[in-house]
């Protein structure tokens, strides 16, 4: 268990990758694992990977990969391919998707933080779009390199300070945020400023999409459920200051979904399905 500790240690210390690297690496931290894991040692290797991050959907849905992984007679490496297997299977069949979004016109996208699904919508289609406008998305700045990154794939991006994004909605077609997990009656999970974005799209009338795929969908956590998640950043002339690292957005908040059926709403059927999809996932191969 000494390596999955230490990848459970990165991961609680990462601030700029979001929930689908830090399941990737808890997932291949496993497979890595020299001495090998076995099923006897299930409890304590769930704890360790929700642990990490109470909130994320992902590490909740790693875990119960590697109980149904246990449960099928099949060892915890396995599992754990396997899980990096739909995460490429589950971010093609999003970005084939991502059509959607555009239809064959030219937009302007706003976002937050540093979605991993966001960035290659960007990459894939950035000769449609305009400009990505992004918030600083502070504390940890994400935004700013998400922006960077942008910039150097050739696409116009301007960052606006987290104070001032009512401006770049207003000048933005689509609002577009990835998601560190979504409770199963469709609330939303996303990095502390989502919740500012998405009022303020609706008063512009400004679509609100959230992107993610179905691992992150956690089956028995309602809206309302939140555990609490903080940390702590210094404020010179201040001290310490503590703040929720994730906004939970309700579903009213969200205009459609989109995940490796397409664009849909996020309704607690249409996120039963995508779960229950992901889950079956597994028993098909």
Same mark, same amino acid.
């Given at each position: 268990m000494e390596n999955i500790i230490k990848a459970a240690e990165e991961v609680a210390r990462e601030r700029i990758r979001g929930a689908t690297w830090s399941s990737e690496a808890m997932a291949r931290a $496993? *497979? %890595?694992?020299? @001495? +090998?894991?076995?099923?006897?040692?299930?409890?304590?290797? !769930?704890?360790?990977?929700?642990?990490?991050?109470?909130?994320?959907?992902?590490?909740?849905?790693?875990?119960?990969?590697?109980?149904?992984?246990?449960?099928?007679?099949?060892?915890?490496?396995?599992?754990?391919?396997?899980?990096?297997?739909?995460?490429?299977?589950?971010?093609?069949?999003?970005?084939?998707?991502?059509?959607?979004?555009?239809?064959?016109?030219?937009?302007?996208?706003?976002?937050?933080?540093?979605?991993?699904?966001?960035?290659? $919508? *960007? %990459?894939?289609? @950035? +000769?449609?779009?305009?400009?990505?406008?992004?918030?600083? !998305?502070?504390?940890?700045?994400?935004g700013i390199y998400l922006a960077k990154e942008a910039r150097r794939m050739g696409v116009e991006a301007k960052v606006f300070p987290d104070s001032a994004t009512s401006a770049g909605i207003e000048e933005s077609d689509i609002i577009l945020i990835g998601a560190d997990n979504?409770?199963?009656?469709?609330?939303?999970?996303?990095?502390?400023?989502?919740?500012?974005?998405?009022?303020?799209?609706?008063?512009?009338?400004?679509?609100?999409?959230?992107?993610?795929e179905p691992f992150k969908i956690n089956p028995n956590m309602r809206c309302g459920e939140y555990i609490p998640f903080t940390r702590n950043y210094r404020i010179e002339g201040y001290g310490e200051l503590q703040y929720n690292v994730f906004d939970e957005l309700p579903s009213n908040l969200i205009d459609s979904i989109l995940s490796i059926n397409g664009m849909s709403n996020p309704s607690q059927s249409d996120l039963r399905i995508l779960h229950n999809s992901f889950m079956s996932w597994f028993s098909s191969i």
């Open positions: $496993i *497979i %890595k694992n020299e @001495k +090998g894991l076995s099923c006897e040692e299930l409890e304590s290797l !769930s704890n360790t990977i929700t642990k990490v991050n109470p909130i994320m959907g992902s590490l909740y849905n790693l875990s119960l990969v590697l109980r149904k992984t246990c449960s099928s007679g099949k060892d915890l490496a396995w599992g754990a391919k396997r899980f990096i297997e739909y995460i490429k299977f589950a971010k093609k069949n999003i970005i084939d998707h991502a059509q959607q979004l555009f239809r064959g016109r030219k937009v302007t996208i706003f976002t937050i933080s540093n979605s991993s699904n966001v960035f290659e $919508i *960007i %990459k894939s289609y @950035k +000769g449609f779009i305009n400009r990505v406008n992004v918030a600083e !998305s502070l504390p940890g700045g994400e979504i409770t199963i009656d469709g609330c939303v999970f996303n990095k502390v400023g989502s919740k500012n974005l998405a009022i303020i799209a609706g008063y512009y009338g400004k679509p609100m999409v959230a992107v993610f």
